[in-house]
């Protein structure tokens, strides 16, 4: 129900009640100008676009609180949107009036991402968690739409995957314990991400086929966790020289259903632990590599060995051959040598006319 009413100082106070029955009120100088606003909230009411005015007054730190909470992840995920909101995002937009954030106020964010230092898929990892926030707060009838549109995000630095040399892996062994030795040798000869490494079980892997059925991950927290995507779910392939590694490892240091690798104590190594232990003997060979580059060295010793794009993301447990081909492209054998040959055979009448012509005459007839 909506009103005119007349006030004692000539203005024109103009009323209404939502579907919730609480009543809003504003003050106008002329009726006209109140009928308008009356027509104007009856009309978004019948698009089905009506916001709240009050609900526009929630500070955006407030809302993004009921939202992170409600969301149904992976502990990665929520890892990951925390992580965004609490050290990116509030700290700049959380006072805010979450309707009065606009487009402007979010590109300076993503300006100030960048000017941290942050790489350009990092910057784009925390856009995303606030697009999706301000779009689940368009969704609730929050605020009108979005300020998340037309968004200039930093484009990528465009470098290239370059895997570490075999010296270089061997180095960094040769610093680690005897008891970690077989892990660089693992993930380099099977492309396993670190998580799926750890979250290996001792009958995951199958000796007799040399094969390493990949089913799920440990994730930083220590937990066991299913795989990301279907396509992470897979059999891997594995040569003598990791089953033999593997053979003695265990021999010395046996593992439990729950996992293939422990440390001293028989516990499941740990995501921090190892990140913590390659750190130490990679600065001490002197050696810039991480232990996802070893996914890398794999990735690139099957291409060098004429293994397809298809072969390649299976194997790696890609969801897609784009993913794949993004990554590694630079790495497959091009047909540049064919490409020269076909259009030297084409312009070279042009730049040498004479020669052609003496090869006709000579031809025999």
Request: glycine residues 6%; hydrophobic residues 40%; positive net charge.
């Amino acid at each position: 129900m909506a009103s005119i009413q007349p006030l004692a100082n000539g203005k024109r106070r103009a009323r209404y009640r939502d579907a919730a029955g609480k009543e809003h009120a504003r003050h106008f100088d002329t009726k006209r100008e109140a009928q308008q606003w009356l027509d104007q909230v009856t009309a978004s009411v019948v698009r089905g676009d009506y916001v709240d005015p009050q609900a526009g007054r929630t500070t955006v730190a407030v809302y993004a609180a009921s939202w992170e909470a409600i969301q149904v992840s992976s502990e990665g995920t929520r890892r990951i949107v925390d992580n965004a909101l609490r050290l990116h995002v509030l700290p700049v937009l959380g006072g805010h009036k979450i309707a009065t954030v606009r487009r402007s106020h979010v590109q300076a964010l993503v300006k100030e991402l960048e000017g941290k230092g942050l790489s350009a898929g990092s910057v784009r990892n925390i856009y995303e968690v606030v697009a999706r926030l301000f779009d689940a707060a368009a969704e609730d009838r929050v605020i009108a739409s979005t300020p998340c549109r037309r968004i200039a995000l930093p484009k990528g630095d465009g470098a290239e995957v370059v895997p570490p040399a075999l010296e270089q892996i061997e180095a960094i062994r040769s610093h680690l314990d005897e008891r970690w030795q077989v892990i660089p040798l693992v993930l380099a000869g099977s492309g396993l991400r670190i998580g799926e490494l750890l979250g290996l079980g001792m009958f995951d892997v199958d000796y007799l086929r040399r094969s390493v059925r990949v089913e799920r991950q440990r994730l930083q927290s220590g937990a066991l966790a299913p795989l990301k995507s279907k396509t992470s779910r897979r059999t891997v392939p594995i040569g003598e020289v990791v089953v033999e590694a593997l053979t003695a490892h265990l021999a010395a240091h046996p593992g439990t259903d729950e996992a293939l690798f422990t440390d001293e104590w028989d516990d499941p190594l740990t995501y921090r632990r190892w990140k913590s232990l390659w750190r130490a003997a990679a600065t001490t060979a002197g050696v810039d590599a991480t232990s996802h580059d070893l996914r890398h060295f794999a990735a690139s010793a099957l291409i060098s060995g004429g293994a397809s794009v298809k072969q390649v993301q299976t194997f790696l447990g890609h969801s897609s051959a784009v993913i794949t081909l993004r990554t590694y492209a630079h790495m497959f054998p091009g047909d540049e040598d064919r490409t020269r040959n076909v259009l030297d055979a084409a312009l070279r009448p042009v730049l040498s006319p004479s020669a052609d012509s003496v090869r006709t005459e000579a031809a025999p007839r």
